[in-house]
């Protein structure tokens, strides 16, 4: 069993930053690669962000890519996703992801 906990979303202007954070438990965090999703309203979910299990390897929607970094910290067994010049398109619920586990989410909201 793994647990997810995202933190970080809010209400932030366009051309603003967030850090989102995922919390994970019950594994040993550092065996499994870490990804993001996100979900705007209406639409399905979709892949935003991963990361592989050392850090060492990162990939990235199209549509993120140099505005977004995703990180991880295995010593705190967390999962970072920095998230800069955020457009309202951005707007979703943001979810953490590994091995088939999902966290609640964190909902991120973009005005223009």
């Known amino acids: 069993q793994v647990q997810l906990v995202e933190s970080g979303g809010g209400l932030v202007q366009a051309g603003g930053s967030l850090r989102l954070s995922c919390a994970a438990s019950?594994?040993?965090?550092?065996?499994?690669?870490m990804g993001w999703f996100r979900q705007a309203p209406g639409k399905e979910r979709e892949f935003v962000a991963s990361i592989s299990r050392s850090g060492g390897s990162t990939y990235y929607v199209d549509s993120v890519k140099g505005r977004f970094t995703i990180s991880r910290d295995n010593a705190k067994n967390t999962v970072y996703l920095q998230m800069n010049s955020l457009k309202p398109e951005d707007t979703a619920v943001y979810y953490c992801?590994?091995?088939?586990?999902w966290g609640k989410g964190t909902l991120v909201t973009v005005s223009s």
């Open positions: 019950g594994r040993t965090f550092s065996s499994y690669a």
């Open positions: 992801n590994t091995a088939g586990y």
